[in-house]
């Protein structure tokens, strides 16, 4: 349907365009099932198309509506045409997602190397054991060159060293890997892995001190600034320069949330890796929530919210804390169900090299896998003991084979969805086929995934000044000064209007508004820098972030207003 209404768009553009490479491969990255030229037809006729209607409306509305009308027309007309930049953008943050794959990748690529001197078979595995446009990339790649003398890797670390150029030599080793003898193998693999590790985490660290500036700018001017300046309306007034509540509305609630958003935006495609966290689908049986109970929880919070406010309040702040208690109240029921999801499978993850290790020490004294599992269970606390506890039952019990047991259905990991839990099933069941060599194998896996555990956490710290700032000044530290500001204002005009020109119910809600946008947009900002851009856990930290900042913004403007 999205694609055909694109099509019916871009067919009313006459003219033919000449998209540039960065949105060819853009475009290609995505696989929206589009071309670029289609992209661009389209954004040109939906830009005349939005700039007329705006044009039309003020010629018909006059006065403020018909101005704001066409406003908002000619606004958008701008975004359309801003289109290209904006999905090369998209194409930039999905594919700092793809690249955190990469150590992932290379382990898998490393592992069944480390079995079997094959590199095409290596690179088979890997692409199937790592799901992402990382492992479909090198799918393609694989499935080109299946009847060839060449295995994939090469073109594959060729497509995508313009953005990691340690994969492309990761790849090289592996391969070079495969022609090596056995004494010498080890330490090669042992190079690739370590390669993508260091570059990942060099690009991240450049990455922490490069936005640190930039992010200064952002809570400069696009928080502390304008709040601090509400304070200043009634001295421009007695000044006799006052601002209107149409200018304070187009400001406060117009251009300085589409500035923050666009800073913020442009931050994001900044982002060389993003190690993302596990993604957890709706149809899990452990989600309980639907949409239509998180749309009935933040209707009846809004609801409560408006009216117990403005019972003991006023009616403006009744407003804002039913927008932001209802929209906060709704992400939070729609998307916690989740982050109890991805708070088990990390309980898991976190004893996955542990448990590795263990059965790796006793498959190399030859010991079978399937035994060996069992074993473990017993040694292993936690959550990763209980799934190889229940790995060793179903084999028992039904006589299925070990990725059965894991991976089948109504298997240990059904409810587990987790990558790093699945690859290492996949490396086990191949241990039960190949016995003793692959102990090995086992215990190198154990020891990355430890490495991977510990690069990720360093990557996280790297950033997490900036993020910890953003995320602070959403929740809390934005609403402060907003509530404080508007209260130090309203003590400092007349009575009623704030100097004869603002009412202090105006002026409450246009700061309230922006108060609310900030805690949406750098609170995203914050959970991308860190962990990417998933949707629950975004949906779920802006949430709490709403939830938190319009409970002090209302308790900042109380609390001031007692003060003044």
Known sequence: MKRALLRGVARCWPLSVSPDPDLRR?????????????????????????????????????????????????VCAAIVLATSKLVVAFASVRRAEALGDAPALVTRLTMRLSLTPAPGAAAAFGARSVPGALADSLASHVRRTANGPNTGLQSFGREWRPWLPELERACSLVESAGREPAQQRGATLERARTTVLDGIHDRTAAFAASISGPATALYAFGVLLPLALVALLPALDAAGVPAPLSLLVVVYDVLLPLAVTLASAWLLTKRPVAFRPTPVRRSHPDVWSRPTHAAVAGIAAALLAGWSVRLVLSDWMGFVAAAGAGLGTALVVAFQPMQSVRSTVEAVEAGLPDALSLIGRRVTRGTATERAVEDVATAVPGATGTVLAEVAG??????????????????????????????????????????????????????HLQTIDEAEQANRRAVAQVTNTLSNTAAVFAPLVGGATVALSAAMGSAGPLGGSVATADLGLAVGWYVLVLAIVLTTLATGLTDGLDRSLVGYRVGLALLAATATYLTAFVGATSLV
């Open 394 to 447: 179903r084999q028992r019990r039904l006589g299925v084979d070990l990725r059965t047991a894991f991976v089948g259905e109504r298997g240990a990991l059904a409810t587990v969805p987790s990558e790093r839990a699945e690859s290492a099933a996949s490396l086990l069941a191949l241990s039960a086929r190949e016995g003793r060599p692959a102990g090995d194998a086992l215990l190198a896996m154990a020891d």
């Open 26 to 74: 853009a475009v290609a990255f995505l696989g929206w099932g589009v071309d670029a030229e289609m992209v661009v037809g389209a954004s040109y006729a939906a830009t005349v198309a939005l700039a007329t209607a705006g044009v039309f409306v003020q010629a018909v509305l006059s006065g403020s509506v018909g101005l704001a009308v066409a406003g908002c027309c000619l």
